[in-house]
């Protein structure tokens, strides 16, 4: 009882004569800004149409690498979304299981509320599926906005509907140097595309290489081939340790090489920053990640030179305007990661044009077949490349519409009030 009393009066002491430490001094506004959820300060949640709507069902036709989201308003306005490609029928259970009973009954005017309360509520579940599921949703109320408001979603986020310039991504690891410079200068005579990245290194693989020598063999041979005459990028997809990413990071910058995307693996954002500091090629690097948190922390650092966040990763398009908004405040270029010709790209496009620290160009794969070619099944009209920038659907909503012989053949599901 009496170390109490000391205690308390010994506080209140040194409260008067001002010795505690400043921890314990009562914060000012500006100290108690927390950023909740990646907002920044001033942050003004979105109000794109008037409240009084409630959602009132969620379907979901999936097959294995692609899923895609109807929701229903309670006046039978529809939108259409993506879950994000790659086991996306695991992702649509979730949707069901996880995301359904926290949106259904909801008022889509409240997106901010609805996409945070699906991350807090599922704070058992850190993070991916439950991400890629939310980005199913949320990218249909997009569209519903944009059905009701009969706008594109580029307008409703503030932007202006016009083409994007592009960087033809190459996926392969597998082509040889000489095979990897002919179809870039192919593409780039006939679709007036010059700007173009692709592989080094491998995957996640601890400076492994797709076979001995192959990082070497195709920084040299396509990047002297065509480095006067294009904006060259590369990506190592995780692949390195600081030390040999400024190794390769050193090389590329000799043969006129200018982005250097994800050198080390993503969630070492320190490694990251230090290969950032050491190269005066600027690093690229975000898609993996997915928690706000983090992004903040990303571009804090910073890590990257340019951030690059999956609008379906992240979960949709007001959780990628946060990032967009914290990278922004410290000067750092936005470039959605849009690496297949499903719904992703759409939606980097309408994103693109809206935010204030869009990079330079959007990533468009030149890939065929595999998910590529599902895409082109999935949705019309396809996009279009028009002298090297994609044309942006400029219909209400995304500006596409779901072809009727696909979602015939996936896997249906329902959730509704009484489902």
């Known amino acids: 009882m009496q170390r109490r009393n000391f205690l308390k009066t010994s506080a209140s002491a040194a409260i ?19 950023g909740h959820q990646g907002r920044i300060r001033d942050y003004q949640k979105f109000s794109i149409i008037d409240p009084g709507l409630k959602i009132e069902k969620i379907e979901t036709w999936s097959q294995p690498n692609v899923a895609v989201v109807r929701v229903t308003a309670d006046n039978g306005m529809e939108g259409w979304g993506q879950i994000s490609t790659y086991d996306a029928d695991i992702s ?34 850190p993070w991916s599926y439950v991400l890629r599921a939310l980005g199913g949703v949320e990218t249909a109320i997009w569209d519903l906005y944009g059905k009701i408001r009969q706008q594109p979603v580029c307008e409703l986020l503030g932007g202006e509907v016009k083409p994007v310039p592009i960087y033809g991504s190459s996926m392969s690891r597998a082509i040889k140097p000489e095979d990897e410079v002919e179809r870039f200068t192919r593409l780039r005579d006939e679709m007036g595309i010059n700007s173009f990245k692709f592989r080094v290194g491998k995957e996640a693989s601890r400076n492994g290489d797709a076979w001995p020598g192959r990082t070497e063999e195709m920084i040299k041979g396509v990047g002297s081939a065509l480095a006067d005459s294009c904006t060259l990028l590369v990506d190592a997809n995780s692949g390195y340790t600081p030390v040999r990413a400024i190794e390769v990071g050193k090389m590329l910058q000799d043969y006129g090489i200018s982005q250097f995307e994800e050198p080390c693996p993503y969630w070492e954002i320190e490694w990251n920053a230090e290969v950032t500091r050491s190269l005066d090629l600027k690093v690229s690097g975000g898609e993996q990640d997915n928690d706000l948190s983090q992004w903040r922390r990303i571009v804090s650092l910073p890590s990257v030179d340019i951030i690059q966040p999956d ?10 305007v946060r990032a967009a908004q914290m990278a922004a405040e410290k000067g750092i ?15 980097a496009l309408h ?5 204030t620290n869009a990079g330079p160009y959007l990533e468009y794969t030149i890939e065929d077949g595999g998910i590529n070619q599902i895409a082109r099944e999935l949705y019309s009209p396809n996009l279009e490349i028009v002298d090297g920038a994609l044309d942006m659907p400029s219909a209400p909503g995304w500006g596409v519409e779901f072809n009727k012989e696909w979602l015939d053949k996936a896997d249906y599901q329902l959730s509704d009030e009484n489902n």
């Open 16 to 34: 008067l004569a001002g010795t505690l430490p400043a921890c314990a001094a009562p914060q000012t506004q500006e100290e108690s800004f927390y």
């Open 92 to 125: 649509a259970q979730v949707l069901h299981r996880r995301i359904a009973s926290l949106v259904l009954g909801s008022d889509p005017a409240e997106i901010d509320d609805l996409a945070d309360r699906c991350v807090e509520r599922n704070l058992k579940f």
């Open 311 to 320: 609008p379906l990763y992240l979960g949709g398009v007001v959780r990628t």
């Open 333 to 347: 270029p936005c470039v959605p990661h849009s690496a297949n010709l499903c719904l992703v790209t759409v939606f």
């Open 351 to 355: 994103i693109m044009r809206a935010i």
